[in-house]
């Protein structure tokens, strides 16, 4: 007769991941298809799960889980925006051309978006689009819950400015 066998960590990790991913999976999902389409999302929500589980051991547990994924995700997203604009670089070099394109109109409140920095435009979107407060938005910024409630705070100035802007006045 055979002892029983504890679980090895391998194990204990396999079950931590699934169900992490279990959990998570569609809200990563709609932040990257928020933020790069549907078409890429799944690639994207994948690397992000890829990156969890290499390092399942340093991912923390519930409740932060779900903020340190978004910060795995946000750093993703942008190395691939970085990729995508060295890409469009070398494709108008290519050409011989400059980029020129433009996008089509938008909503004004997405094209007052459109002008804000990155981190401005992330942090909006990480308030607005995925409910986060303020001490979910310092643990996927990096930061604490009080240095994320000024950004966030001068962010939405900022975008009311942009709207200002746009309309040609004060609103």
Not at 11 to 33: E, M, V
Not at 76 to 89: E, F, L, S, T, Y
Not at 154 to 169: N, P, S, V
């Amino acid at each position: 007769m055979t002892a029983p066998t504890r679980p090895s960590a391998g194990d204990t990790a396999k079950q931590r991941f699934r169900a992490l991913f279990a959990r998570h999976y569609p809200a990563i999902f709609g932040y990257a298809a928020r933020r790069v389409g549907h078409d890429d999302a799944p690639d994207t929500t994948a690397e992000v799960f890829t990156v969890a589980w290499r390092r399942i051991s340093s991912v923390p547990s519930e409740p932060e889980t779900l903020q340190w994924l978004y910060g795995v995700a946000r750093r993703i997203v942008a190395n691939q925006q970085r990729a995508r604009r060295r890409r469009d670089r070398l494709d108008a070099k290519v050409v011989g051309l400059g980029v020129t394109h433009s996008p089509p109109p938008a909503e004004p409140v997405l094209e007052a978006l459109h002008r804000l920095s990155d981190d401005d435009k992330e942090i909006l979107r990480l308030a607005a689009w995925e409910g986060l407060d303020p001490a979910d938005l310092g643990s996927s910024l990096g930061c604490s819950p009080t240095t994320a409630t000024v950004r966030l705070h001068r962010a939405r100035k900022r975008l009311a400015a942009a709207l200002e802007d746009l309309d040609g006045g004060p609103r």
